[in-house]
């Protein structure tokens, strides 16, 4: 009837008047089939009316945003009741999980409102300040061990529990990814400063404790990875205690040809690594930039961190790599030619150990310039 309304507004009358009736000569029409229909034919009659209320209600457009970030804080509030052996909060943390998919952005926010981050976790970062009356460990925790096995720190999509750090992790990675290296700073700047020197978390938040789960619960970069994501994630790395990071980000930088970035990760890495690591970083960033066709440009940038054991030999190691399929000519571009390569080889010649000097300026002459 509700697709016809003059019909369901003829019916509704016909029946309002007919319990009119009823009630006003109920002694008269009172039979056992009307006993049994009066009453089902008032409640319709209710949800008639509520139906043309709802009709007639103007619709006002509803901002979810302050209640989503207050439902947030509100949870995270309750989350600090938890211990590792109870959890109150089992329901709404499956909440706060749902608002983190449907409304990401206003949880991120409601989670920086209940952290006291009134503009960007750098700035408190440097203030070196941090909420006391807020219970970090318990915060900044993991799921109890039997919650979430021990054995991985990225839960699957389907479990409602996230941990808040890895959450967080999350929304910054996704929406605010300059913002994802100060936010484990920080992580760890308060956990130690509310615990001090407590010896029962000191081999458990070692230096690189927060950026390796934060490493374990974001993707790897991809080829529809922002730059920012992937600077994000290269300085994660680098920060971590994992083996050979410095390689290890230096290669998703040069992958995805950020050259300067990748240039300037050398810089701040260089000083700090053993020599064969320094050869290794050095040789895969001449590889790269030449396959990349920006050699020329850069060239003398990479050249200013030439490692002490790179010697000619893997400088024509990389010219291999960039043989032309028309010839036998050994330049990493067209545009740098050999008179432009020159001036380098004569600076690892004049590296080279003196009865070494020969036999490798032969193994050039036959290689490249023959």
């Known amino acids: 009837m509700s697709q016809y309304p003059v019909c369901h507004k003829y019916l509704v009358d016909q029946l309002t008047e007919f319990l009119h009736r009823y009630h006003d000569n109920e002694a008269i029409l009172q039979t056992p089939l009307n006993a049994q229909t009066v009453p089902l034919l008032e409640h319709y009659l209710e949800l008639s009316q509520e139906y043309e209320s709802l009709l007639t209600t103007p619709i006002i457009p509803i901002d979810h945003t302050p209640s989503v970030r207050k439902r947030v804080k509100e949870i995270l509030e309750l989350s600090q009741q938890s211990t590792l052996s109870t959890d109150p909060t089992t329901s709404v943390r499956a909440e706060l999980h749902s608002l983190s998919i449907s409304n990401p952005t206003e949880t991120l926010q409601g989670i920086k409102d209940f952290m006291r981050i009134e503009d960007?976790?750098?700035?408190?970062?440097?203030?070196?300040?941090?909420?006391?009356?807020?219970?970090?460990?318990?915060?900044?925790?993991?799921?109890?061990?039997?919650?979430?096995?021990?054995?991985?720190?990225?839960?699957?999509?389907?479990?409602?529990?996230?941990?808040?750090?890895?959450?967080?992790?999350?929304?910054?990675?996704?929406?605010?990814?300059?913002?994802?290296?100060?936010?484990?700073?920080?992580?760890?700047?308060?956990?130690?400063?509310?615990?001090?020197?407590?010896?029962?978390?000191?081999?458990?938040?070692?230096?690189?404790?927060?950026?390796?789960?934060?490493?374990?619960?974001?993707?790897?970069?991809?080829?529809?990875?922002?730059?920012?994501?992937?600077?994000?994630?290269?300085?994660?790395?680098?920060?971590?205690?994992?083996?050979?990071?410095?390689?290890?980000?230096?290669?998703?930088?040069?992958?995805?040809?950020l050259w300067v970035d990748a240039i300037h990760v050398m810089k701040q890495v260089f000083s700090q690594i053993s020599p064969p690591l320094q050869c290794a970083l050095f040789h895969?960033?001449?590889?790269?930039?030449?396959?990349?066709?920006?050699?020329?440009?850069?060239?003398?940038?990479?050249?200013?961190?030439?490692?002490?054991?790179?010697?000619?030999?893997?400088?024509?190691?990389?010219?291999?790599?960039?043989?032309?399929?028309?010839?036998?000519?050994?330049?990493?571009?067209?545009?740098?030619?050999?008179?432009?390569?020159?001036?380098?080889?004569?600076?690892?010649?004049?590296?080279t150990h003196p009865h070494n000097k020969q036999k490798e300026s032969e193994e050039i002459a036959q290689n490249q310039f023959q």
């Open 120 to 257: 960007s976790f750098s700035e408190v970062l440097q203030s070196n300040q941090y909420c006391s009356d807020i219970n970090w460990k318990n915060l900044l925790a993991t799921e109890a061990a039997d919650r979430v096995a021990q054995t991985t720190l990225k839960p699957s999509i389907q479990t409602a529990r996230v941990p808040v750090f890895e959450l967080t992790c999350n929304l910054l990675y996704d929406f605010e990814p300059n913002e994802l290296l100060h936010f484990v700073a920080y992580a760890h700047l308060v956990r130690d400063l509310q615990h001090g020197v407590d010896i029962t978390f000191t081999r458990r938040l070692r230096k690189g404790y927060f950026y390796q789960r934060a490493i374990n619960c974001i993707s790897p970069p991809t080829s529809t990875s922002t730059t920012n994501q992937i600077k994000a994630y290269c300085q994660l790395v680098l920060s971590s205690d994992y083996p050979n990071v410095e390689l290890q980000a230096l290669t998703i930088l040069l992958d995805n040809e």
């Open 284 to 351: 895969r960033a001449l590889i790269h930039f030449s396959k990349g066709d920006v050699l020329q440009t850069h060239l003398h940038q990479i050249w200013e961190l030439l490692p002490d054991t790179f010697n000619v030999l893997d400088f024509v190691s990389v010219l291999k790599t960039m043989k032309t399929q028309e010839d036998d000519v050994y330049v990493p571009e067209r545009r740098l030619s050999v008179n432009e390569l020159t001036p380098y080889i004569l600076q690892l010649l004049s590296q």
